[in-house]
């Protein structure tokens, strides 16, 4: 490969990079902080409050979490599952629910 090729790979290649690192904390179909719907150890800035919804068939997901302090995130789900009922009743047409609740604690700073 010639010189001019290699250079325009490399200098590709750390743009992308950059604006990867760079990019704000966003909450996946979870509520979680996450990477499109992969879960991240990356913490959002102190004093963020996130609520939403997502429908990602056959999870109905309602959240809310917050990062009080630096070190400190929470996050509360509430997941209906449409594809399963809730009982074997045929006249009952609610779907299975869930709840969940986590902390996450950070106890090391990451760095170089």
């Not at 996946?28 to 990602?56: D, E, K, Q």
């Not at 309602?62 to 009080?68: H, I, N, W």
């Not at 929470?74 to 986590?102: C, H, L, M, V, W």
């Amino acid at each position: 490969m010639s010189r001019r090729c290699i250079s325009a790979l490399l200098l590709l290649t750390s743009s992308v990079a950059v604006q990867a690192h760079s990019q704000a904390v966003v909450h996946g179909p979870s509520g979680y902080p996450a990477l499109i719907t992969v879960p991240t150890a990356l913490m959002p800035p102190s004093g963020t409050i996130g609520v939403g919804f997502s429908a990602a068939p056959p999870y109905n997901t309602l959240y809310l979490s917050g990062q009080p302090t630096d070190w400190l995130h929470f996050g509360a789900r509430y997941i209906a599952i449409t594809n399963r009922r809730y009982d074997d009743d045929p006249e009952n047409g609610q779907s299975f629910k869930d709840k969940s609740f986590d902390v996450v604690v950070r106890l090391l700073e990451e760095g170089p």
